[in-house]
């Protein structure tokens, strides 16, 4: 049984809920010559939910061939991807404040949905799970949106936003599962673990 896994995502939030559940990782990061962010690339008339899973399984046959050629020791390796949706129109991370300003605009005063699929695999046995939740938004001001967006933390984040940041004052209501929505849904990643026999220290 592993003592740990490899985590193959830069995100500081996914690192701090594996930390909370008391799960030891290392990171597996792309290579300078990997092009990792083509990987997120939207198909034409792609659902939300079949692109978040579509990239996930990328972003994890990506790690695995990683961990192959660095000759790493073995053990499990977990890929996570969350987009946000209005309908059928994937919100991915905004590419400058400009079009941070028109992902805001466009959630504001409605219900969304954020998608994170989460993916694991050791060895051979490979096991994922989605998670799906609700986030409403009231009505925001241009001027609440461009203050916001100038204050940086839109930058990198699907749909413009942090749960857990600023735009925790924008959000009138939540149903599904805050972590899912942060990034990693702790429930399912520990479901995923302990079904590829790595056991969460911090669960009971």
Sequence with gaps: MS???YLASQSPRRRQLLQQMGVRFELLLPDANEDAEALEAV???????AYVKRVTELKLDAAVARLQRRSLPPAPI???DTTVALGRTIYGKPVDEADAR???HGLSGTTHRVL???AAQQGRNRRAALCDSRVTFAALTPAQ???YVASGEPLGKAGAYAVQGAAAT????????????????VFE???LLKALGLSCSKTF
């Design 3 to 5: 003592k740990f896994i």
């Design 43 to 49: 198909l034409p008339g792609e659902a939300p939910a």
């Design 78 to 80: 977990l890929c996570c």
């Design 102 to 104: 028109r992902m805001l």
């Design 116 to 118: 994170t699929a989460v």
């Design 145 to 147: 949106i461009r203050r």
């Design 170 to 185: 924008f959000i009138t209501r939540i149903s599904g599962s805050y972590s899912g929505i942060m990034g990693l849904p």
């Design 189 to 191: 990643t520990a479901q």
